[in-house]
């Protein structure tokens, strides 16, 4: 069994065939855009910020993909090596820009679990941000790629070696934690850096399935009986990898997607029920997410100076 998940017994044999007829997760891409009405979410994050309370956009879309999650555990499941996986975390990427340098950017990601409202996920948010935004600080991710090429040839054996491990299930937890690739799903706010939104790949090497990008904002023409008229939306360019889940599956979770965020303020509580692709699915991950921070943070006590 691999460190990031179980194999997937309940699968579709015509999905089991074309795991091995699109052995390669870029020829399994399909690409949709997404107009999410922009007015419901607005209003909702104005009346939080006179409640004192600050919500981003993304934080509420990563809300509403997670409690999604919830109803539609497929929605995190991966192929690898013609083989199709349940994964045992829920894990989100992100890029972060470096404080003082549009061109120093960091990848890294967030670890959440199913019952986290959208207070938490902002909190989970704030904290990775604050932590990746520092320019003298360096993930584990950046401290693998620095490691890599500060010996000629290196970089070419170890990155080999990677995708030789992970492919077998080889591949050690540590390095699966540090990896931006081994992720539930990929996120970037183009829209913060003014770009309209894009079908950002899902990359050949790690486990990501799902991608989602956010884009500037435009009208989008509606019915309103006889006339019509036009909505603010925010684009959402959102890459899948079809071998996980049924057509008809994504378009039901997606549909559920949109209606959370019509509805935020449904993300406030954690979830009635949680679906699961197996039993105890999120738990020992969780359980040794927990130990590990114990750990580091009896370390830190000990010696407070170093961060």
């Known amino acids: 069994m691999r460190a990031d998940g179980k194999k997937t017994k309940d699968v579709f044999p015509m999905y089991m065939v074309a795991a091995h007829l699109m052995s390669r997760r870029y020829d399994a891409m399909n690409m949709i855009t997404l107009d999410i009405p922009l007015e419901p979410i607005r209003t909702y994050l104005n009346k939080k910020k006179k409640e004192g309370i600050f919500l981003s956009h993304m934080g509420l ?112 937890k540590s390095i699966v934690d540090a990896s931006p690739f081994h992720t539930s799903m990929l996120i970037s706010n183009l829209a913060s850096i003014r770009t309209n939104h894009i079908y950002h790949h899902v990359y050949g090497f790690g486990t990501t399935s799902l991608a989602l990008t956010m884009g500037n904002l435009h009208d989008v023409p509606k019915h309103k009986g006889e006339e019509v008229a ?62 590990l921070l114990a750990k580091k943070q009896k370390k830190l006590k000990r010696n407070p100076n170093n961060n």
Do not use: W
């Not at 470096?98 to 950017?105: F, L, M, S, T, Y």
């Open 61 to 172: 879309f990563i809300a509403a993909y997670l409690r999604t999650l919830c109803e539609y555990p497929h929605l995190n499941r991966f192929v690898v090596n013609k083989k199709i996986y349940s994964r045992n975390e829920i894990a989100v990427g992100m890029v972060v820009l470096k404080a003082g340098d549009i061109n120093n950017e960091t990848m890294s990601k967030i670890y959440f679990e199913p019952e986290d409202t959208s207070f938490t996920v902002q909190e989970r948010i704030d904290r990775y941000v604050e932590d990746n935004r520092k320019t003298d600080n360096n993930n584990s991710t950046d401290k693998i790629i620095k490691s890599l090429l500060r010996i000629p040839g290196l970089l070419t054996v170890g990155v080999g070696l990677f995708k030789f491990m992970d492919r077998y299930g080889l591949l050690p």
């Open 230 to 291: 036009s909505e603010r939306c925010i684009p959402v360019g959102l890459v899948m990898d079809e071998r996980i889940a049924t057509g008809v599956y994504f378009a039901q979770a997606f549909r559920r997607f949109r209606d959370y965020l019509a509805h935020p303020e449904k993300l406030e509580l954690p979830p009635e029920r949680v679906v699961f692709d197996f039993e105890n699915q999120y738990l020992k991950q969780k359980l040794r997410r927990e130990k």
